[in-house]
């Protein structure tokens, strides 16, 4: 079967604005390593809505299709395509995929961090007006790179578990693989309540924390992180001083030895110095943008405390995503985080939901009405 010509995608042409309904282009010839891919499902990320509400933005990046978590079936595939396992990829495999990489930058061949790519390109870096016009999961097709590491999926990783894993749940993978692990029996407070900060407090329930505590709003959303392994939940309606004692008194006084912030929000960092044990460990993982966010570096100083920066994740990250969802299944509701699947229609009503907190994770089946 050829490969589509054409695909209607979601357009945003103004920050703020109702998506448009556009027909894109598609690369008349697929290259070798890249893919045409019809689009299961796309998983809306909270980066999504920044840049729909125009929180965040840059110079020249619009107009342009949102949706960088996405999963779907291969239409097209060009000659050589394998996944990052070396498995061919060939029309009708079910794949995901994570950003594309160069392969020859300093970080690419010197750190030999995916992460660290100088031409790393998420699909939220593509114009919706130049080639390859249409990478992003609120399309019918998107055009998978040759750089772009896939990997096929498994029968039993249904698609919107794919999407989510191919930046959320990699993101706090990768946030826990910077940390070192969790030591068991360990503290752990996880600031934020999103799709992020769920998967961390089921991560580190399930990696043999002592306590999870989980800081976050609204209220619907700490009842989840209860069912993914949260032992205590605080929400927003207190002080900073109101939550530091109560995780005080959850950790016997001394404190968490690791604190995720996974919500970015102005003076989550000045918290979670605080409510760090002596010794302990803060992950910078949900902070975006230049903003400066003050930070006690006397109790950094005084605590003896490790401050990381934890950004997103690679095709490492994603595969021991898929594998962490997999395994336990059984033990965490996954499908909790999602809301009811939506066509490209009602895709600015999804953002809109999303903004509202309404919706952990907004679902689009592009091929809905």
């Known amino acids: 079967m050829p490969a589509p010509t ?21 690369p008349e010839e697929v290259e070798p390593g890249a893919a045409v891919v019809r689009i299961g499902c796309a998983t809306l990320c909270a980066t999504d809505v920044h840049i729909w509400s125009g929180a965040m933005s840059w110079p020249g990046m619009l107009p342009m299709v949102l949706g ?10 060009g000659p050589g395509t394998l996944d990052a396992l070396g498995r061919p990829v060939r029309a009708g495999d079910r794949i995901g995929w994570s950003e594309s990489t160069c392969g020859h930058c ?47 999926l498994p029968d039993d990783v249904p698609d919107t578990w794919a999407a989510a894993a191919g930046c959320a749940v990699k993101t ?20 934020g309540a999103g799709a992020l900060g769920l998967v961390a407090t089921a991560m580190a329930a ?3 924390a002592g306590t999870v505590i989980t800081v976050g709003a609204p209220a619907a959303r700490l009842e989840l992180a209860r069912g993914f392994g949260a032992d205590v939940v605080i929400g927003l309606d207190g002080t900073p001083p109101e939550r530091l004692g109560q995780v005080l008194e959850a950790t016997d006084g001394r404190g968490a030895e690791l604190v995720l912030d996974l ?28 903003r400066p966010d003050p930070v006690p570096m006397g109790t950094v100083m005084g605590k003896e405390l490790s401050v990381l920066g934890s950004l997103n994740g690679d095709i490492g990250d994603y595969h021991r995503a898929l594998e962490f969802l997999r395994a336990f299944r059984a033990r965490f509701d996954w499908n909790a985080m999602f809301g009811a699947p939506a066509g490209l229609g009602a895709a600015t009503g999804a953002l809109r939901s999303m903004s509202r907190l309404d919706e952990v994770k907004a679902v689009i089946h592009p091929w809905l009405p």
């Open 263 to 290: 919500a970015g929000a102005p003076g989550v960092a000045a918290e979670a110095v605080d409510m760090a044990a002596w010794g302990g460990t803060f992950v910078v993982v949900g902070s975006t943008g230049p």
């Open 6 to 26: 054409a695909t209607r995608a979601a357009v945003l042409r103004e920050h703020g604005e109702p998506l448009v309904i556009e027909e894109l282009p598609l």
């Open 68 to 77: 960088h978590e996405m999963s779907g079936t291969v239409a097209a595939a």
């Open 206 to 208: 399930a990696s043999g």
């Open 106 to 152: 300093h970080g690419c061949t010197v750190l030999r961090t995916p992460v660290a790519c100088a031409q790393r390109g998420y699909g939220f870096t593509q114009r919706a007006d130049a080639w390859p016009y249409s990478t992003c999961g609120l399309a019918e097709y998107a055009y998978v790179r040759p750089g772009a590491l896939k990997l096929l």
């Open 172 to 191: 706090v993978v990768h946030a826990y693989g910077r940390a070192g692990g969790i030591r068991p029996g360990a503290a752990v407070v996880v600031q």
